[in-house]
């Protein structure tokens, strides 16, 4: 950042996500990226049609690839800070989620443990578009599921879900989980959990030690009624 400087570049994405040059129609559009991995210099590439794959950005090799397929409708991707092996891969309009420990990268790919779930995802109506799925993991090791204006709670361990919580009267649907961190000055840790909201609102959520989900405790409107926010 410091010298301005290109230190790695990968020119076509659909070759190194598939491995084959990208026929006319194909897609090989980027739909995320994220650091993630047993080393910091790996780069996760998210391709359409639900392509992920993982560029090291020193050497220039993508070691791992995998297809997840067109009905996943994957496009984002959320990793865990405190351990940056674990992965989740969510489609925002279809509910799946992919949860990926990347240990290492074989290239028969048997050191990536992959497990899937599915949450429900009402269908848009008439004047009504659809809520979406937004993912982060949380300080516990949980992964946060927002969708509307409810958060849930997945245990990756145990692959149960927690209670979901309801927003705040007033706050419009969930558009993006800022971020996910935990209360340093409590007696007893209580994690905190921001989402932004399509009417401009921001929500905090909190989880005080032991409870089995997220509780919104306030919003405020960062944004007149009416200003569109969509997420980043």
């Known amino acids: 950042m410091r010298t301005r400087t290109i230190i790695s570049s990968l020119d076509d994405v659909h070759l190194a996500a598939t491995g084959a040059p990208a026929?006319?129609?194909?897609?090989?559009?980027?739909?995320?990226?994220?650091f993630a991995g047993p080393t910091a210099d790996t780069l996760l590439l998210l391709t359409a049609p639900g392509v992920l794959a993982a560029w090291e950005t020193?050497?220039?090799s993508v070691p791992w690839?995998?297809?997840?397929?067109?009905?996943?409708?994957?496009?984002?991707?959320?990793?865990?800070?405190?351990?940056?092996?674990?992965?989740?891969?969510?489609?925002p309009a279809t509910g799946h989620v992919v949860l990926l420990t990347l240990d290492s990268f074989k290239a028969d790919?048997?050191?990536?443990?992959?497990?899937?779930?599915?949450v429900g995802v009402v269908a848009a109506?008439?004047?009504?578009?659809?809520?979406?799925?937004?993912?982060?993991?949380?300080?516990?090791?949980?992964?946060?599921?927002a969708v509307g204006r409810e958060v849930t709670l997945y245990d990756p361990e145990t692959?149960?879900?927690?209670?979901?919580?309801g927003g705040v009267g007033g706050a419009g649907p969930i558009t993006r989980v800022v971020a996910a961190t935990r209360a340093a000055s409590s007696p007893s840790f209580t994690d905190l959990l921001f989402t932004a909201h399509a009417d401009g609102s921001l929500t905090v959520w909190r989880r005080p030690a032991?409870?089995?989900g997220y509780a919104a405790s306030s919003f405020a409107p960062l944004a007149p009624r009416g200003t569109p926010v969509v997420a980043a």
Do not use: K
Not at 66 to 81: I, M, N, Q
Not at 109 to 118: I, L, N, P, Y
Not at 127 to 144: E, I, Y
């Open 23 to 34: 026929p006319r129609r194909a897609g090989g559009a980027v739909r995320a990226v994220a």
């Open 58 to 60: 020193r050497g220039g």
């Open 65 to 91: 690839r995998r297809e997840f397929g067109v009905d996943a409708g994957l496009a984002s991707l959320s990793v865990d800070a405190a351990d940056l092996r674990r992965v989740a891969a969510a489609g």
């Open 109 to 118: 790919g048997s050191d990536v443990a992959a497990s899937s779930f599915r």
């Open 125 to 145: 109506t008439a004047g009504r578009p659809s809520p979406t799925l937004h993912t982060a993991f949380t300080p516990c090791g949980a992964l946060a599921l």
């Open 159 to 165: 692959g149960e879900l927690g209670p979901a919580g």
């Open 210 to 212: 032991g409870a089995p």
